[in-house]
């Protein structure tokens, strides 16, 4: 019976991935690719610096459940209790805002800040695009990532649990996209 369970635990090793099992491991395994001091370096990888703790725990949730496919993420978050994903949601909102790179060309501003306000933004994800509670903050946040996760709204391929950005973003064309991300991105 012994050799039973040690050969099943070997096996099991071999097919289940094998994650860090400590908060301060999993944590700097998560600012590798989410950037140390909040800001993201990796093409497509969120900056998650002073995002909404509440916004952060349902994200989390939903990698844990499968409810959202994101390699590498729903690997990090399998097995975590939800009081794990409570401290990472919690520690990860206390990271500094990222900052903008390089001062944003006014005039693009402008065009899109007509579509911001036609679309009441600023509404849901407050006015200065901070977020607050299950809103995530979008001033600052990497441009590619910003207009990969809108393509997604609007191609339905990205799961929300609320579905007002779908709404909002299906009237719109994919050069109105490219303009609302810049702008998000260039927030300060």
């Known amino acids: 019976m012994r050799r039973l369970i040690v050969a099943f635990a070997m096996l099991a090793g071999t097919v289940l991935p094998v994650l860090p099992e400590t908060f301060q491991k999993r ?23 002073a995002m909404p703790s509440a916004y952060l725990l349902i994200q989390l949730y ?4 499968n409810q959202r496919r994101v390699d590498p993420m729903n690997d990090m978050a399998k097995g975590m209790t939800d009081a794990d994903l409570q401290t990472f949601a919690d520690f990860i909102e206390k990271l500094p805002r990222p900052k903008m790179e390089q001062a944003p060309d006014q005039a693009r501003m402008e065009r899109a800040r007509a579509l911001v306000a036609q679309h009441r933004c600023g509404f849901c994800h407050s006015p200065d695009y901070s977020g607050h509670d299950n809103i995530p903050r979008l001033a600052a946040q990497r441009e590619d990532y910003l207009l990969k996760a809108l393509r997604e709204y609007k191609s339905n391929a990205r799961v929300g649990y609320d579905t007002a950005m779908i709404e909002v973003v299906q009237p719109l064309k994919d050069a109105d996209l490219v303009e609302l991300a810049y702008f998000m991105a260039h927030s300060p």
Request: hydrophobic share 35%; charged share 20%.
């Open 27 to 49: 944590v700097t395994v998560c600012l590798a690719c989410h950037g140390e001091k909040g800001q993201s370096e990796t093409a497509q990888v969120p900056s998650l610096g």
């Open 62 to 65: 939903l990698f844990r459940e």
